[in-house]
């Protein structure tokens, strides 16, 4: 069985309206503000070189496309996404690299350890 629950809303006052489309507007000021820094402070990362930009997981590149998003928007995520994907995608790389390099390492042991053994009992049959 189910059940409904009904209430009754009272529409929003003209007040209540106001308030709200202030409330929207100083949010959007504020993110266009905090945009605003930031994007300064992503320019200023232009000053850098590029083994500077590496030391923290970016690329001249990686500046100049974040600085060309819209002015509305916070290039500093942008970076900061790039530089995630980045160490992602290195870590990976390292990853893969350990794996082949252990599966060698296992082989040659194997291998080895199969040469040696046939050495043994080839030395017990000439004995």
Known sequence: MAT???????????????????????????TLWRAAQNRR???????????????????????HSALSSPIGHDPS????????????ATRAGAEERHHHQSYFLRTITKQAAMRASSSERGDRLSA
Request: hydrophobic share 45%; net charge neutral; charged share 25%.
């Open 77 to 88: 995520s942008h970076l900061h996404a790039m530089s995630l994907e980045r160490r992602m």
């Open 4 to 30: 409904t629950e009904l209430t009754q809303s009272t529409p929003a006052g003209a007040g209540e309206k106001l308030r709200r489309l202030v409330e929207a507007g100083l949010a959007r000021l504020v």
């Open 41 to 63: 402070s992503v320019a200023r990362l232009l000053e850098w070189d590029a083994h500077m930009l590496r030391d923290i997981g970016l690329t001249p590149g990686d500046v």
